[in-house]
Protein backbone atom coordinates (compact mmCIF):
# COMPACT_ATOMS: atom_id res chain seq x y z
CA UNK A 1 0.00 0.00 0.00
CA UNK A 2 1.70 3.31 -1.22
CA UNK A 3 0.49 5.34 1.78
CA UNK A 4 -1.25 9.04 1.75
CA UNK A 5 0.05 11.06 -1.09
CA UNK A 6 1.07 14.29 -1.17
CA UNK A 7 1.95 16.86 -3.38
CA UNK A 8 4.34 18.98 -3.51
CA UNK A 9 6.49 18.20 -0.85
CA UNK A 10 8.09 21.29 -0.87
CA UNK A 11 6.55 24.64 -1.80
CA UNK A 12 7.83 28.62 -1.69
CA UNK A 13 5.95 31.42 -2.84
CA UNK A 14 5.62 34.81 -2.77
CA UNK A 15 3.02 36.63 -1.13
CA UNK A 16 -0.18 37.05 -3.26
CA UNK A 17 -0.26 34.15 -5.29
CA UNK A 18 -2.13 30.93 -5.03
CA UNK A 19 -0.98 27.49 -3.66
CA UNK A 20 -2.54 24.57 -4.31
CA UNK A 21 -1.76 21.52 -2.19
CA UNK A 22 -2.48 18.32 -3.72
CA UNK A 23 -3.52 14.75 -1.90
CA UNK A 24 -4.41 11.41 -2.77
CA UNK A 25 -5.83 9.14 0.47
CA UNK A 26 -5.30 5.45 1.11
CA UNK A 27 -7.50 3.25 -1.30
CA UNK A 28 -10.63 2.43 0.44
CA UNK A 29 -10.41 4.56 2.89
CA UNK A 30 -13.69 7.35 3.19
CA UNK A 31 -12.89 10.06 5.43
CA UNK A 32 -10.09 12.60 4.43
CA UNK A 33 -8.37 15.06 6.67
CA UNK A 34 -6.07 18.33 6.42
CA UNK A 35 -4.13 19.42 9.06
CA UNK A 36 -1.78 22.62 9.53
CA UNK A 37 1.26 22.34 11.60
CA UNK A 38 3.14 24.83 13.44
CA UNK A 39 5.71 25.30 16.73
CA UNK A 40 3.47 27.70 17.99
CA UNK A 41 -0.08 26.47 17.08
CA UNK A 42 0.80 22.95 16.95
CA UNK A 43 -0.99 20.21 14.93
CA UNK A 44 -4.67 21.92 13.74
CA UNK A 45 -7.37 20.50 11.80
CA UNK A 46 -8.46 22.65 9.01
CA UNK A 47 -11.15 20.54 7.25
CA UNK A 48 -12.31 17.03 6.89
CA UNK A 49 -14.68 15.26 4.57
CA UNK A 50 -16.19 11.68 4.82
CA UNK A 51 -17.20 9.90 1.52
CA UNK A 52 -16.40 13.40 -0.52
CA UNK A 53 -18.25 15.65 1.31
CA UNK A 54 -17.10 18.44 3.70
CA UNK A 55 -18.57 17.43 7.63
CA UNK A 56 -16.42 20.18 9.56
CA UNK A 57 -14.44 23.29 7.94
CA UNK A 58 -14.70 25.25 11.42
CA UNK A 59 -10.96 24.96 11.19
CA UNK A 60 -10.36 26.46 8.23
CA UNK A 61 -8.50 30.32 8.97
CA UNK A 62 -10.26 32.68 6.80
CA UNK A 63 -12.00 32.76 3.49
CA UNK A 64 -8.46 32.58 1.39
CA UNK A 65 -8.45 28.90 2.34
CA UNK A 66 -10.63 26.14 0.71
CA UNK A 67 -10.94 23.13 -0.09
CA UNK A 68 -12.12 20.53 -2.37
CA UNK A 69 -12.61 16.45 -3.19
CA UNK A 70 -14.10 15.92 -6.61
CA UNK A 71 -13.99 12.39 -5.68
CA UNK A 72 -12.85 9.07 -3.27
CA UNK A 73 -8.93 9.71 -4.56
CA UNK A 74 -8.16 13.16 -4.68
CA UNK A 75 -8.51 16.25 -2.59
CA UNK A 76 -7.09 19.69 -2.51
CA UNK A 77 -6.37 22.70 -0.59
CA UNK A 78 -5.90 25.90 -1.87
CA UNK A 79 -5.20 28.90 -0.41
CA UNK A 80 -5.29 32.19 -2.32
CA UNK A 81 -4.27 34.87 -2.29
CA UNK A 82 -1.36 33.32 0.17
CA UNK A 83 0.39 35.10 2.99
CA UNK A 84 3.85 34.72 5.23
CA UNK A 85 1.51 33.67 8.04
CA UNK A 86 0.26 30.64 6.21
CA UNK A 87 4.02 29.40 6.31
CA UNK A 88 3.73 25.64 7.51
CA UNK A 89 3.43 21.95 6.86
CA UNK A 90 0.35 21.09 6.07
CA UNK A 91 -0.59 17.20 6.22
CA UNK A 92 -3.20 15.16 4.54
CA UNK A 93 -4.48 12.27 6.29
CA UNK A 94 -6.86 9.71 5.65
CA UNK A 95 -9.53 6.91 7.63
CA UNK A 96 -11.59 4.50 7.34
CA UNK A 97 -13.76 2.72 10.55
CA UNK A 98 -14.10 3.36 14.06
CA UNK A 99 -12.23 4.36 15.99
CA UNK A 100 -10.53 7.12 14.34
CA UNK A 101 -7.21 5.68 12.73
CA UNK A 102 -6.25 8.23 11.05
CA UNK A 103 -3.31 7.58 8.59
CA UNK A 104 -1.11 10.99 7.62
CA UNK A 105 0.76 11.60 4.50
CA UNK A 106 4.53 13.18 4.70
CA UNK A 107 3.33 16.47 4.58
CA UNK A 108 4.01 20.01 2.28
CA UNK A 109 6.14 22.20 4.04
CA UNK A 110 4.94 25.74 2.20
CA UNK A 111 6.97 28.97 2.69
CA UNK A 112 5.58 31.78 1.37
CA UNK A 113 7.74 34.62 1.68
CA UNK B 1 -7.78 27.10 27.88
CA UNK B 2 -6.65 24.28 25.32
CA UNK B 3 -8.61 21.27 25.10
CA UNK B 4 -5.70 18.82 25.67
CA UNK B 5 -2.66 20.09 27.31
CA UNK B 6 0.90 18.69 26.98
CA UNK B 7 4.44 19.48 28.01
CA UNK B 8 6.60 20.48 24.62
CA UNK B 9 9.60 19.75 26.38
CA UNK B 10 12.22 18.67 25.35
CA UNK B 11 12.75 15.60 27.07
CA UNK B 12 16.12 14.09 27.06
CA UNK B 13 17.26 10.69 28.75
CA UNK B 14 19.93 8.44 28.62
CA UNK B 15 18.86 5.20 26.95
CA UNK B 16 17.56 2.34 28.51
CA UNK B 17 15.60 4.81 30.67
CA UNK B 18 11.67 4.49 31.29
CA UNK B 19 10.30 7.97 29.55
CA UNK B 20 6.98 8.97 30.97
CA UNK B 21 5.28 11.30 28.18
CA UNK B 22 1.41 12.60 29.59
CA UNK B 23 -1.58 14.70 28.48
CA UNK B 24 -4.21 16.29 30.65
CA UNK B 25 -7.43 17.12 29.41
CA UNK B 26 -10.74 19.03 30.03
CA UNK B 27 -13.15 17.56 28.36
CA UNK B 28 -14.97 14.49 29.76
CA UNK B 29 -16.50 13.24 26.68
CA UNK B 30 -13.45 12.25 25.19
CA UNK B 31 -13.43 8.42 24.91
CA UNK B 32 -10.77 7.53 22.75
CA UNK B 33 -6.95 8.10 23.55
CA UNK B 34 -4.22 7.72 21.14
CA UNK B 35 -0.17 8.43 21.13
CA UNK B 36 1.27 9.54 17.87
CA UNK B 37 4.60 9.05 17.28
CA UNK B 38 6.25 11.64 14.37
CA UNK B 39 9.85 11.95 13.45
CA UNK B 40 11.95 15.19 11.89
CA UNK B 41 10.35 16.00 8.82
CA UNK B 42 7.16 13.24 8.92
CA UNK B 43 4.23 13.00 9.42
CA UNK B 44 2.80 11.53 12.52
CA UNK B 45 1.65 7.72 12.96
CA UNK B 46 0.01 6.20 15.13
CA UNK B 47 1.64 4.24 17.81
CA UNK B 48 -1.59 3.20 20.43
CA UNK B 49 -4.85 3.72 21.15
CA UNK B 50 -6.89 3.00 24.09
CA UNK B 51 -10.46 3.18 24.73
CA UNK B 52 -11.99 4.79 28.27
CA UNK B 53 -9.84 4.52 31.09
CA UNK B 54 -7.01 1.31 31.80
CA UNK B 55 -4.18 0.25 30.59
CA UNK B 56 -2.38 -0.37 27.34
CA UNK B 57 0.77 -2.45 26.76
CA UNK B 58 2.77 -3.10 23.00
CA UNK B 59 5.75 -4.06 23.32
CA UNK B 60 8.27 -1.48 25.40
CA UNK B 61 5.23 0.92 25.50
CA UNK B 62 2.04 1.01 27.65
CA UNK B 63 -0.63 3.35 27.24
CA UNK B 64 -2.63 4.32 30.60
CA UNK B 65 -5.96 6.36 31.10
CA UNK B 66 -7.20 7.93 34.04
CA UNK B 67 -10.56 9.39 32.96
CA UNK B 68 -11.46 10.33 36.78
CA UNK B 69 -8.64 12.74 36.46
CA UNK B 70 -8.51 12.96 32.95
CA UNK B 71 -4.90 12.25 32.62
CA UNK B 72 -2.95 10.22 30.41
CA UNK B 73 0.94 8.65 29.97
CA UNK B 74 2.93 6.56 27.78
CA UNK B 75 5.61 4.54 29.00
CA UNK B 76 8.89 3.59 27.35
CA UNK B 77 10.58 1.13 28.69
CA UNK B 78 14.19 0.30 27.72
CA UNK B 79 14.28 3.07 25.72
CA UNK B 80 16.16 3.46 22.41
CA UNK B 81 17.91 6.15 20.47
CA UNK B 82 15.27 5.35 17.79
CA UNK B 83 12.60 6.39 19.74
CA UNK B 84 13.80 9.67 19.24
CA UNK B 85 10.97 11.81 18.11
CA UNK B 86 7.74 14.31 18.75
CA UNK B 87 5.22 11.92 20.57
CA UNK B 88 1.71 13.50 20.79
CA UNK B 89 -1.49 12.70 22.59
CA UNK B 90 -4.66 12.71 20.44
CA UNK B 91 -8.78 12.38 21.89
CA UNK B 92 -11.94 11.53 20.07
CA UNK B 93 -15.35 12.16 21.46
CA UNK B 94 -16.56 8.49 20.58
CA UNK B 95 -17.69 6.39 18.25
CA UNK B 96 -18.87 8.40 15.08
CA UNK B 97 -16.86 11.37 16.17
CA UNK B 98 -13.86 11.80 13.53
CA UNK B 99 -12.50 15.21 14.81
CA UNK B 100 -9.48 13.98 16.89
CA UNK B 101 -7.82 17.10 19.13
CA UNK B 102 -4.11 16.89 19.67
CA UNK B 103 -1.85 17.98 22.50
CA UNK B 104 1.16 20.03 21.65
CA UNK B 105 3.66 17.29 21.28
CA UNK B 106 6.47 16.47 23.44
CA UNK B 107 9.90 16.73 21.79
CA UNK B 108 12.25 13.01 23.20
CA UNK B 109 15.54 12.62 22.75
CA UNK B 110 17.19 9.08 23.71
CA UNK B 111 21.52 9.60 24.42
CA UNK B 112 23.26 6.79 23.43
Known amino acids: DAGVIQSPRHEVTEMGQEVTLRCKPI?????LFWYRQTMMRGLELLIY????????DSGMPEDRFSAKMPNASFSTLKIQPSEPRDSAVYFC???????????FGPGTRLTVL | QKEVEQDPGPLSVPEGAIVSLNCTYS??????FMWYRQYSRKGPELLMY????GNKEDGRFTAQVDKSSKYISLFIRDSQPSDSATYLC????????????FGQGTRLTINP
Open chain 2, 90 to 101: AMIRGQGAQKLV
Open chain 1, 27 to 31: SGHNS
Open chain 2, 27 to 32: NSAFQY
Open chain 2, 50 to 53: TYSS
Open chain 1, 93 to 103: ASSFGVPDTQY
Open chain 1, 49 to 56: FNNNVPID
